[in-house]
């Protein structure tokens, strides 16, 4: 079972919600140089690569000033998408982590011992919530969509009715004293004719006026965005299909991962201990199995194994997956078993485990060269790795969204379909900052000036009647 | 929705009210006046829970009526947007339903009616759906979810919708019977 599939997931939302997101402090000018919308998405796809991890550390991986990770990090505990932990934390402790970190064999982290003896005070850590992530994405889209087809059936509006005769109009509210005693119908005030309610299309074409017309293009405009979202969400709503029946990967809370990942490390004494610990945990840890390798020196010698890698690497580019995720396979392209998922690499469930193993006792087993063969691997795999995240980065600083376009097939066809959506997401953060059910919070109506909302549709429809209800509550 | 609020009434009492039990007298008149009325801003008072305080009273000049600021505290209902409320259906017609919850009218419009309920006329005109199975009739009990309020300085009229989730019929006597 891998992560692969929730990984996507993460990464289809970063850019599908979170793409436009400057995360910025509110006294900060908005300057052409601040710019850093498409951070977002590069510590999402940063988080999908790890389990747990020191900010610290995430924010050395990806050269971002801690206080601009920490930002977005809380901004994403908001959003529901990441859980963190903060601990006061003895060189011990980090050292704990430290352990844990290089029994799920993730590469990344590339620490040197020394270094951490000397913090001692409070880190925070974070993690993607899976869980959470499914569920937060599925109501935002349904929220979204429900939005839009209440509107279309002109679900919550208040009804009109209209006196053919002589023209009035009536709403709802006057529902009283249109009622008729002698049938079933309402009558006008005036000529006592009887009022038809508004939404009866033909009615409301004869009457011909602007407003219907404002109304008519009205429900066009919600149709159109409709069938926009339906479109450019596709991917994502995909992608939920698929992991819906998966078990999601779970990591608990810090302590118990540190625990766990340890104790893992620590039974990986023979190679068949460790196989059955990963699998009792379910996902088994890491879509990316590589080794701690901060002592282990290793020149990279080995032309062949390195050209390969190269070479499938360059292939598949941004997204730096040694098992390519299905969605990404496509025909001709040249890759190895491995590659493509179909050989589990055991060799690899192998490798996270033995460094430590290798620290700790020297008693490595089994065939020594092929396990230093996939050292090779796995360290160049991990300079790769490195190497691609700071090209990331650079880009990012660059002008996040001509670099984004042109990464990946799959960034290219979400960030298409997210240009268009821009605007809108802008407008909505400048008004959301300290809201945390954002989706239920209802904006200024002033901000809808024509363009495709994505992530505020709820707005539209609320806002206006919204606030008139404050206002008579204020002023009764 | 309910709130206990704090207010103030300046209440004019008959000088033939004088005597020892000034207080209880005002206080009495304070219930009679107050509960049950409606203000725009803060709903319906439903009960008075305590007397704060009774100020100084001013005599009126001509009249010898005298007025006493009260304080006092009390339940008030006012329905919001978005709330939901369980209410009793008092008219069904074609245009739709009028119901009751405690003293607020709503309005539930035929188009925000589920699409499956049809409306039958007769001596006891009701909406129903296709297989009968529920009906919404006068004395039906529904949940409902006000989607707009109108509120004048002494009235509160409200329109609600039952074409949601987990809204609708929730006890119908006729059915019962
Ligand atoms: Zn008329």
Known sequence: MSMEPFNRLVRLAARAFYDDITMKGDNQPKSGRGDNRGMAVVVLDALTRRQWVREE????????????????????????????????????????????????????????????????????????????????????????????????????????????????????????????????????????????????????????????????????????????????????????????????????????????????????????????????????????????????????????????????????????????????????????????????????????????????????????????????????????????????????????????????????????????????????????????????????AGSTGGTYKLADLNVEANASSDDEDDIDWEEG | MFFHITLERNMQLHPRHFGPHLREKLIAKLMKDVEGTCSGRHGFVVAITNVEDIGKGLIREGTGFVTFPVKYQCVAFRPFKGEILEAVVTMVNKMGFFAEAGPVQIFVSNHLIPDDMEFQSGDMPNYTTSDGSVKIQKDSEVRLKIIGTRVDATEIFCIGTIKDDFLGVINDPGAAS
């Open chain 1, 57 to 444: 550390d995430l924010a050395k991986a990806l050269k971002l000033h801690s206080k601009q990770l920490r930002r977005t990090l809380r901004f994403f505990e908001e959003e529901k998408l990441v859980t963190r932990d903060h601990r006061k934390e003895t060189a011990k402790g980090a050292k704990v982590f430290s352990a844990a970190v290089a029994a799920t064999g993730d590469g990344q982290q590339m620490v040197k011992e020394g270094e951490e003896k000397t913090k001692l005070h409070t880190h925070s850590y974070c993690c993607l919530d899976y869980a959470q992530i499914y569920d937060v994405v599925r109501y935002r889209l349904h929220r979204m969509k429900k939005k839009l087809k209440d509107e279309l059936d002109s679900r919550n509006t208040i009804q009109e009715y209209i006196c053919p005769n002589c023209g009035k109009r009536y709403s709802a509210f006057d529902a009283l004293q249109l009622v008729s005693l002698t049938d079933e119908y309402f009558h006008c005030e005036n000529c006592n004719g009887e009022l038809v309610a508004e939404s009866d299309k033909l009615a409301a074409e004869e009457m011909g006026d602007g407003d219907d017309n404002a109304r008519r293009r009205r429900r066009e405009k919600l149709k159109d965005m409709l069938q926009k979202m339906e479109e450019q969400l596709k991917p994502l709503t995909l992608q939920l299909a698929r992991v819906k029946d998966l078990p999601v990967p779970e990591f608990g809370s810090l302590q118990a991962w540190e625990a766990r990942a340890n104790a893992a490390a620590h039974a990986s004494g023979d190679s068949s201990a460790i196989d059955s610990t990963k699998s009792s945990q379910g996902q088994g840890y890491g879509g990316t199995p590589m080794p701690f390798l901060g002592e282990t020196r290793v020149e990279v010698a080995l032309s062949g194994v390195e050209v390969k890698e190269e070479d499938t690497e360059s292939d598949i580019k941004a997204t730096s997956m040694k098992v390519l995720p299905p969605w990404m396979i496509k025909q001709g392209m040249n890759l190895t078993k491995e590659q493509r998922g179909e050989v589990k690499p055991t060799s690899k469930m192998d490798e996270s485990s033995a460094p430590v193993d290798d620290k700790k006792s020297k008693d490595m087993k089994g065939d020594e060269k092929s396990i230093q063969d996939e050292y090779l691997k796995a360290y160049y795999e991990a300079l790769v790795k490195r190497q691609k995240e700071q090209e990331a980065l650079k880009k990012m600083q660059q002008e996040s969204e001509t670099s984004r376009a042109s990464t990946s097939d799959f960034s290219n066809r979400v960030s298409e379909a997210l240009a268009e959506r821009r605007v809108g997401m802008k407008s909505k953060r400048e008004d959301d900052e300290n809201d945390d059910v954002e989706w239920e919070e209802a904006s200024p």
